[in-house]
């Protein structure tokens, strides 16, 4: 969301003493659970009626002031060009809401300020908490890799719950934006490639955060973002441009938000790129048209930091009032640290040049969720020291972030059943991130206490136990040439049964602003590999980041790998757990992972061309590389067990479909292997002949299910016309009477069943 790291507080005179002593200097006096004047409708009326009667007595500059949100912490963005007084501002109703401000003595002191306004209309706190407040998940795309929606919700509602008695009110998360360029940091902030799978988590977290219905002190408000197409971003390159066909958009980037509004999110944030030439922050046609318009779209959208104003460099407006006026009439609710709202709105409306009524609209979607939090009954409600102490230290929230953790790790390779470890005599475990513990929160972290972050040296020798000796050895950096380090690794590896390798990127160099044009393992991480397999010893790879990387040389020689991630506050158990066997892995891949940077951007959606290579090797004029093979290293989907599964008796209910007639398709998965597991059994389909050309597969559901050795389960997939639909070439949502081929498997490629159906 924001933009470079490290910046300056706009707060200045209200934070820059201590909460004591700038109560004692301006002398606020906060009391505890204090509700607001009724706004001149009784408290009993409807949440609509008490909105009109809060907006007829607002004068027109109060009105501007709940658009404008500024940042209040030295947590993220750039430094603010607010020139006047912040403080003067809440006291007179010129702000709507505060990011970065964080903790019940804060926030409630900050909304002190807020109740000094002639009308108290309460502050909205709001906060970049993406995967935890205190306790640590794995990272988003890490968590799409579990599959498994319950875990993904519980832990939203985790980071809410800690996030809400800490006074914040709101998110800016979940990012539902699809990502197929892992040159683009952010991917590690998203659910990954497929538009279907990215849907399903969006909801979940979306109810995670927000609970069923907003209002609950264990729930903050949600965002969606980025409105829309961010992941599309040219060349991987942040803030950059976005050229999609307008079937692309609606078939690829716009379904996760539509499963988010649907959720009911409460919030919406536009994005920093231009949408086929026109910056999202100043699109009609994403805010008004769509969302507000055929989404008919209730909450209301707040401005990526400072994108309001960067319509100016784009080029698209003249100044920061055009700019101000162009975004209004777009359908962008409040201004996140651009003030130009503040700066220029009330001239261009007395001018004439701006929509009085796009204002107020603006207005009522912003108040309307402060009224839906219950701030007006009570401003105070999400900022209880008790409260505060009691949730942050809840070990329960510890124990969901273990299981989420080893959920999410991903095996790519187990040759020889490297893995699990049989009761080693010594373990040598090497590596620059075996010791890590802040790289393993990885990037937007609110509370990055090392102290509280397990790392894999610490969950492995608890694990490991009195009778494994474990040998660790750093062997190199990250990043840089040095291979000092190599001689003592190689020597613990020589001394021990097996090597446990961990390596990957440091926390900050996937996430915003942390595009990259090499994509490959950093400094010599790779040849400190290959040193250790040149001992003969088994090597088992653990691989931490947060996007797909290559690394072909350990694709090739590792006896096994383990994609850990950046895995939060419980990795170093959570990847213990999985390389001693107490917890079978059962993570599938929701990025493609390629061969090289060349393939990239990449999908396992891919189309046949006119010119398939049909053939190993025939590839003369034919829509391939000369130098590599079309298919990924690790496709979608791809993720090993301990154990194995069986795929049989596949049945169709009826092999032609009528308009509106439903379709069952069946079988059967049983574990043929000694231990328990869990399988994501996937469904895939083709569209064979189409008005539009069709994907050779794309995901249309999923199950995930947990079998004891010897144990069958049968499975039943419904086939509506919903499934067989796309968008044609006039953006009309059809299904095309013909034939269809749907699939079953383990992973995009690794299809299993395969049977036809026909729609009339």
């Known amino acids: 969301m924001r933009v470079p790291r490290y910046h300056h507080l706009l707060l200045g005179l209200l934070l820059a003493a201590t909460p004591a002593a700038l109560a004692q200097k301006t002398k606020v006096k906060v009391k505890k659970n204090t509700a607001l004047a009724a706004p001149a409708a009784p408290a009993a009326a409807s949440i609509e009626q008490r909105i009109a009667a809060l907006l007829g007595q607002m004068t027109l500059e109060e009105k501007i002031g709940q658009l404008n949100q500024y940042s209040g912490r030295e947590v993220t963005g750039p430094a603010s060009n607010r020139k006047n007084d912040l403080l003067n501002s809440i006291r007179s109703g010129q702000v709507g809401s505060m990011l970065n401000v964080k903790g019940v003595a804060d926030t409630r002191l900050i909304q002190a300020e807020a109740l000094k306004s002639r009308l108290k209309i309460p502050l909205l706190f709001s906060l970049d908490v993406i995967h935890g407040y205190q306790t640590v998940f794995p990272i988003p795309l890490g968590e799409a890799a579990s599959w498994d929606l319950a875990a993904i919700r519980e832990s939203a509602h985790v980071a809410a719950r800690e996030a809400a008695a800490s006074g914040i009110h709101w998110t800016f998360a979940p990012m539902v934006d699809v990502g197929r360029d892992p040159r683009w940091g952010r991917v590690m902030e998203g659910a990954g490639e497929d ?29 969606a973002k980025h409105f829309a197409a961010y992941g599309a971003a040219v060349a991987g390159r942040e803030y950059n441009v976005v050229d999609v066909s307008p079937q692309q958009l609606w078939e690829v980037y716009l379904p996760p938000f539509r499963a988010a509004a649907d959720a009911g999110v409460a919030t919406f944030m536009n994005s920093f790129n231009t949408l086929n030439g026109i910056p999202a922050t100043g699109s009609r046609y994403l805010q008004r048209d769509i969302l507000k318009g055929q989404w008919q779209y209730m909450g209301f959208v707040v401005s990526d930091w400072g994108s309001i104003g960067e319509m100016v460099p784009w080029g698209y407006a003249t100044d920061k ?5 162009k975004a209004l009439a777009a359908g962008s609710d409040m201004d996140m640290e651009s003030d130009a709202y503040h700066a220029t709105l009330a001239q261009s409306i007395k001018d004439g040049q701006a929509d009085p009524a796009l204002l107020d609209d603006a207005v009522r979607r912003i108040l309307r969720k402060k009224f839906e939090l219950g701030l007006f ?19 329960k929230h510890r124990v969901a972030a273990r299981d989420i953790a080893r959920k999410s790790v991903v095996l790519l390779k187990n040759d020889n059943n490297a893995l699990p470890l049989a009761q080693p005599r010594s373990i040598a475990l090497v590596g620059p991130l075996a010791k890590a513990k802040r790289d393993l929160a990885g990037s937007w972290v609110v509370l990055a206490d090392t102290a509280q972050i397990t790392s894999v040296y610490g969950g492995l020798s608890k694990r490991a136990g009195k009778n494994t000796q474990v040998r660790y050895a750093k062997g190199c950096e990250v990043q840089g040439d040095s291979r000092a380090g190599f001689a003592a690794a190689v020597e613990a590896a020589k001394a021990s049964d097996v090597v446990v390798l961990c390596v990957g990127e440091t926390w900050d160099m996937s996430g915003e602003a942390k595009s990259r044009t090499d994509i490959g393992l950093p400094g010599v991480q790779t040849e400190l590999f290959q040193a250790l397999k040149a001992t003969g010893k088994p090597v088992v790879v653990i691989l931490m980041a947060g996007r797909p990387l290559v690394f072909n040389a350990i694709a090739d020689q590792a006896d096994a790998i383990l994609y850990g991630w950046w895995p939060g506050s419980e990795g170093g ?15 599938k891949l929701p990025s493609t992972f390629p061969r090289s940077l060349g393939q990239v951007p990449i999908s396992y959606q891919l189309y046949n061309t006119g010119r398939p290579v049909t053939k190993p090797g025939d590839i003369r004029y034919k829509s391939a590389y000369i130098d590599s093979p079309n298919t990924p290293r690790y496709a979608f989907g791809h993720g090993l067990s301990y154990t194995s599964f069986k795929y049989d008796g596949l049945k169709i209910s009826q092999s032609t479909m009528a308009a509106g007639q439903t379709v069952q398709l069946q079988c ?18 083709r569209d064979l002949v189409a008005s539009v050309a069709r994907p050779l597969k794309e995901l249309k559901d999923f199950q995930k299910i947990s079998l004891k050795p010897g144990e069958t389960k049968t499975l039943t997939f419904t086939i509506d016309q919903d499934k067989l639909a796309f968008y044609n070439a006039k953006l009309e949502w059809v299904a095309e009477p013909g ?8 992973a995009s490629d690794d299809i299993r069943l395969e049977s036809k159906l026909t729609l009339q």
């Open 195 to 223: 538009t279907y799978l990215g849907s399903q988590i969006a909801r979940a977290r979306v109810l995670g955060f927000q609970g069923e219905k907003l209002g609950g002190t264990d729930a903050i408000m949600a965002c």
């Open 321 to 325: 009032a055009d700019a101000a006026r």
């Open 377 to 395: 009954d009570d401003p105070y409600r999400f900022s209880d020291e008790k409260r505060e102490k009691q949730v942050l230290n809840d070990p």
């Open 573 to 587: 158990h959570a990847l213990a757990d999985v390389l001693f066997g107490d917890y079978n892995p059962a993570g």
């Open 668 to 685: 059967t998965v049983t574990n043929t292997g000694k231990v328990a597991g869990e399988e994501v059994v996937q469904l895939y389909l």
């Open 739 to 746: 034939d269809f081929q749907l699939m079953i498997g383990s």
